[in-house]
């Protein structure tokens, strides 16, 4: 079964560091680019992040850029994204989610459960 | 930055009912790099369709899209008990990819 599992959310301060994990199984996943979406609570889907199957191309929202990592580590099935300076703004629910091959990048056909991060004093 | 802007925010159906769902991109979406998905309340995101018109695996006939440029329309034939949820579409056709801010579809 294609499975992503989502860890690391949390409550943490604004200014505060966090880092999520996903999990990946049932596929190959050094065959396919990977990102990171998110949600407010009660608001739509933001994305924040991309990263190519090999990690030679990035690419960030602007309102998480200079803040945020995104990485992955083919031999672990695994995909991180780096939190650092933390605001308010960020509190949500982020979604990691594969990139389809359906031909084309930023199709996400597979997500996982999402992991809630919380910034609050 | 693409402004993709869906229509109604909320439509109120009856189970058979036939559902009209829009998206307005604030420019034109090139080679009609949109999708649609659908979004029950504590669950992800499910992808219905891609490429404007090209329905995922698994997803019924009764989900079709079709539009093109910055005018693009999801369509359920006949609305099922489970179809009643939140649909987003998005666009991948230029950096950032971006959602609309959503369509709540809700039963009569």
Redesign the interface.
């Known amino acids: 079964e294609v499975q992503l599992v989502e860890s690391g959310g949390g409550l943490v301060k604004p200014g505060g560091s966090l880092r999520l994990s996903c999990a990946a199984s049932g596929f190959t996943f050094s065959s396919y680019s990977m990102n990171w979406v998110r949600q407010a609570p009660g608001k739509?889907?933001?994305?924040v992040s991309?990263i190519s199957s090999s990690s030679s191309y990035i690419?960030y929202?602007?309102s998480v850029k200079g803040r945020f990592t995104i990485s992955r580590d083919n031999a672990k099935n695994s995909l991180y994204l780096q939190m650092n300076s933390l605001r308010a703004e960020d509190t949500a629910v982020y979604?990691c989610a594969r990139d389809?091959d359906?031909g084309?990048?930023?199709?996400?056909?597979v997500?996982?459960?999402?992991t809630t991060v919380t910034v609050s004093s | 930055e693409i402004v993709l802007t869906q229509s109604p925010a909320t439509l109120s159906l009856s189970p058979g009912e036939r559902a009209t769902l829009s998206c307005g991109a604030s420019q034109s979406v090139s080679?009609s790099?949109l999708?649609w998905?659908q979004?029950k309340p504590g669950?992800?995101?499910?992808?219905l369709i891609?490429?404007a018109s090209?329905r995922?695996?698994g997803i019924p006939d009764r989900f079709s899209g079709s539009g093109s440029g910055t005018d693009f329309t999801l369509t359920i034939s006949r609305l099922e008990p489970e179809d009643f949820a939140v649909y987003?579409c998005?666009q991948?056709g230029s950096?950032?990819?971006?959602?609309?801010?959503?369509t709540k579809v809700e039963i009569k």
Do not use: H, N
Not at chain 2, 43 to 47: F, Q, S
């Open positions: 739509g889907l933001e994305w991309s690419y929202a602007d979604y389809s359906y084309d990048y930023g199709i996400f056909d997500w996982g459960k999402g | 080679s790099y999708a998905y979004q669950l992800a995101p499910r992808l891609y490429d090209s995922a695996t987003y998005q991948y950096s950032p990819w971006t959602f609309g801010q959503g």
